[in-house]
């Protein structure tokens, strides 16, 4: 075998062992603990590890004690993406029913989210701004305030070198959004606890945003949350944010991972995260309809992950029996291995 195929071999095992592995505890989430919430629609168009377990030799019996060698410290490692966890968390999300974006079915969401990532040590303050009144996937739907939450580790520092990992938390008024997008949210809070766990060599900002879901028939109008946080940026904070990455819709099954560019700047970000993962795992896309366009659209690298088509779209249909347990283990791995390489 010749030396590249042989470590094309190695990466696609390495991987197939991340996808794979479920055993690793999650952040326990019991369905009575679930905040009901409502949300707002996006109109979507879509084109197209197990971490490494360190064992130690035992000591020989027969070496003195005396000489046997210092023990070598080891890097931690994230218990393995728990898939068990992430649907119970979908499952939890769904229960509260539509989250429009300034519902109290959303801040019911947005209360048992930041429950969840501060349970995993993460510091979340809630960022407020205005939504206009409009039609949501057909339904009329009231103006007022809505938030993202936004979720820093402990030392976070906003001007220096950093990523964006976001999903939005609201739907359309017609669906539970299971999958639309509960997958994404839920995925993320997976993150969250992995990355403080075993931190990435660039820190990691985590973002829940608001009214990612369009307001209007024509759709022109949406992502109003990722649109309010990247305006709210300072100039020192916008040339820190070196990329972001949407979660949206990520747990319909496909036979591989869409990794998205927005189409009107540098598709720099999704070449990234693709070539983190074996190449047969994703698949290339351009896609306009998430907040990664916000990001994109103010000149920071952004991809999506997700939008596989799937019938119950803004629909009653969106219900936690369409996130494919196996779906959601290969977008947690390209996510993680992304992460890995930074």
Known sequence: MSPRLARSAIALVSFALLAGCTSAPGTSVPASSAPTTSAAASTDTTTSSSPTTSVTAPTSAARPTASASPTTTRPPVAQPFDVGAVQQRVRAIAAIGSRDAVSPAYARAATYVTGQLESVGWRVRAQRFEVPAGTSWGVRVPGGTSTNLIADPPGFDSTEPHVVIGAHLDTVPQAPGAEDNASGVATVVELARMLRE????????????????????????????????????????????RGMLALDRVGVAGRTVPVCSGGRGTASLARDVRAASPASVTNRCTNRASDHVSFEAAGIPAARLGSVPFDGYHSAGDVPSVVSDSQMRRTGAVAWAWLRSL
């Open 198 to 241: 075993q931190p990435a060599a660039t820190p990691v900002r985590l973002v829940l945003f608001g009214a990612e879901e369009a307001r209007v028939p024509a759709g022109t109008r949406y992502a109003f949350g990722s649109r309010h946080y990247v305006t709210t940026l300072t100039d020192a904070e916008r040339r820190a944010t």
